[in-house]
């Protein structure tokens, strides 16, 4: 299974999130209810030099959808943040269906599966890291890494092969490992946002940051 870039629809890894999968399937009929894959620009893989790692789709959001934040309330403030900054056009309603496209940026997730209450325990984020590692591998032009939140952060320093003590989570941190720049933020949901614990303003001072990151490296990208 790990082999996979992408879990299969019925990926069993974690009987807790299996089951709560199953449950799902049989409340929501008509909802994507599965594993929600790496969202990617239409220019593929290539074009690819910005991943975004949030933590795990939302039930009613991007469990409904089947695209990474669609739906979501977080995805109300990191869509229109990235159309900011030119890394997203077209229309963003919520839905699979809109007109939104990534430009040269892709989105996925910690975890693949909605978890129960939105949290995932350690063992699911666990089993779900070599998808992380495979989606993160696929990119041969990846630069620099966006996490969305501690457990988004904790996982791509493992992913990466580094220890937490050495690349602590700090909101607008940013970490040189050998390719990659890695900047962390505080998670754009709804509770973060209406605590004000992240404001808009602080969450474009983490992309105005990866931005630059993006410009001193030479793009490989033709
Ligand atoms: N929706 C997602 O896809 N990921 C998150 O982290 C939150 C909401």
Redesign the pocket.
């Known amino acids: 299974m790990p082999e996979l870039i992408d879990p299969g629809r019925d990926c069993p890894l974690c009987p807790r999130l299996t089951e709560f999968r199953t449950v799902n399937q049989e409340i929501y009929s008509g909802w994507h209810n599965a594993p929600?894959d790496t969202w990617v620009t239409p220019k593929g893989d290539h074009a690819v030099e910005l991943l975004i790692v949030?933590?795990?789709?939302?039930l009613k959001?991007?469990n409904k959808t089947g695209r990474?934040?669609?739906g979501?309330f977080?995805?109300d403030l990191l869509y229109e943040t990235l159309q900011k900054f030119d890394l997203a056009e077209g229309s963003y309603e919520g839905h699979e269906g809109d007109t939104l496209t990534l430009n040269n940026c892709a989105i996925t997730?910690a975890v693949r599966c909605v978890p129960p209450q939105n949290k995932p325990t350690s063992h699911e984020i666990n089993q779900c890291r070599p998808f992380l590692k495979n989606t993160i591998d696929r990119f041969e032009n990846l630069r620099a890494i966006i996490s969305?939140?501690k457990i988004?952060h904790d996982s791509v320093v493992r992913t990466l092969g580094h220890k937490l003590s050495a690349y602590p989570f700090k909101h607008n941190s940013n970490y040189e490992f050998e390719t990659i720049v890695l900047h962390s933020s505080y998670?754009c949901?709804r509770y973060n946002t209406n605590t004000r614990r992240l404001t808009p303003e602080m969450f474009e001072n983490v992309f105005e940051t990866t931005l630059k990151t993006l410009r001193n490296v030479k793009s490989c990208v033709s």
Request: net charge negative; glycine share 24%.
């Open positions: 929600v949030g933590l795990a789709p939302g959001g991007a990474p934040f669609t979501d977080a995805g997730n969305l939140g988004s998670h949901s």
